[in-house]
């Protein structure tokens, strides 16, 4: 695993808070996660600012990425075919090499619990669901699909043909313009994502906030509207953040190995939960 990790000590005073949000987690209706770049650090994938970030080594992608291929979706086709900004090359390079990491594996773990009901995750980089995750959604898109602008249908690349003679490719059920998943500077979030985050968002009483300090809209917004409701939030984060003080519980250090003794945990909790929930 990655420094992060082999360089986290676990204090039995933190074991005791996972423990604790373990017993959030086992107890909870429905659990909802929200990721964000902070968990795929420890896959290998920089942040995008900062000292060492991606856009810091490559440059930034254009902030009117999404107006420019509203005017010229075949000219924005060709560059994405043949690349030759250092910011795209260095981005594809950079995501196709990481692999999931004990983070997203023990997401899937408890949603195959039955504790995670949706992971709602402000990633491109595919790897929830290299890991497996079944109720994905991804607000961003994911950089290694493309989606049907008219109908929001996503499709691998390999499932569509594109003639570099005739771009931009078409979508086959609708018609409508392929273009890639990621949301682009300027794009609006997917509808369908949308709704299908608010839908997550409303049923939750119970947010495991991973990797992300959430202010950015509209993730922002959702483990405030879990606290409003009456809701925990259970964060796991290596720094605090400015959701730190909001939260129910606050587990600090590198997400794969907090998520792991998370899932160990809760398992526990939930093998043993006919007992404890009739004393
Ligand atoms: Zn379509």
């Not at 961003?140 to 950089?143: A, D, L, P, S, T």
């Given at each position: 695993?990655?420094?992060?990790?082999?360089?986290?000590?676990?204090?039995?005073?933190?074991?005791?808070e996972?423990v604790?949000?373990?017993?959030?987690?086992a107890g909870a209706?429905?659990?909802?996660?929200?990721?964000?770049?902070?968990l795929s650090?420890e896959?290998g994938?920089?942040p995008?600012r900062?000292?060492g970030g991606l856009?810091t080594?490559?440059g930034?992608?254009p902030?009117?990425g999404?107006q420019r291929?509203?005017?010229?979706?075949a000219?924005a086709?060709r560059?994405?075919?043949n690349?030759?900004?250092?910011w795209?090359?260095?981005?594809t390079?950079?995501?196709?090499?990481?692999?999931?990491?004990l983070?997203?594996?023990s997401?899937?773990g408890l949603?195959?619990?039955?504790?995670l009901?949706?992971?709602?995750t402000?990633?491109v980089?595919?790897?929830?669901r290299?890991?497996?995750?079944?109720?994905?959604l991804?607000i961003?898109?994911?950089?290694s699909?493309?989606?049907c602008?008219q109908?929001?249908v996503?499709?691998?690349p390999?499932e569509?043909?594109?003639?570099?003679?005739?771009?931009?490719?078409?979508?086959?059920s609708?018609?409508?313009i392929?273009k890639?998943?990621?949301?682009q500077?300027?794009?609006?979030?997917?509808?369908?994502v949308?709704?299908?985050?608010?839908?997550a968002?409303d049923a939750?009483?119970c947010?495991?906030?991973v990797g992300?300090?959430a202010?950015?809209?509209?993730?922002a917004?959702f483990?405030?509207?879990?606290l409003?409701r009456g809701?925990q939030?259970?964060?796991?984060?290596?720094y605090?953040?400015?959701?730190t003080p909001?939260c129910?519980?606050?587990l600090r250090?590198?997400g794969?190995a907090l998520?792991e003794?998370?899932l160990?945990?809760?398992r526990?909790?939930?093998?043993?939960g006919?007992i404890?929930?009739n004393?």
């Open positions: 695993m990655s420094e992060a990790t082999t360089d986290f000590l676990m204090t039995p005073e933190l074991e005791d996972i604790r949000a373990a017993g959030l987690l209706g429905k659990v909802v996660a929200l990721t964000g770049a902070g650090v896959s994938i920089p995008f900062g000292p856009w080594k490559y930034e992608p902030m009117d999404y291929f509203l005017a010229d979706p000219k086709w560059e994405r075919l690349p030759t900004e250092n795209a090359k260095g981005l390079e950079t995501l196709g090499k990481a692999r999931p990491n983070g997203h594996l997401l899937v949603e195959e619990l039955g504790v009901r949706a992971t709602i402000q990633n980089d595919d790897l929830h290299q890991a497996g995750s079944r109720a994905l991804e961003h898109g994911n950089y699909l493309l989606r602008m109908c929001h996503r499709m691998e390999e569509i043909e594109v003639d570099p003679e005739d771009l931009p490719p078409l979508c086959q609708c018609g409508g392929m890639g998943d990621t949301v500077f300027g794009e609006p979030i997917p509808p369908d949308l709704r299908g985050c608010y839908g968002v939750c009483d947010m495991l906030v992300t300090s202010t950015v809209y509209p993730a917004e483990p405030l509207e879990v409003r809701g939030v259970i964060e796991v984060n290596p605090e953040s400015e959701l909001a129910t519980v606050s250090g590198p794969g998520l003794r998370l160990h945990h809760t526990a909790r939930r093998s043993h006919s404890e929930a004393p």
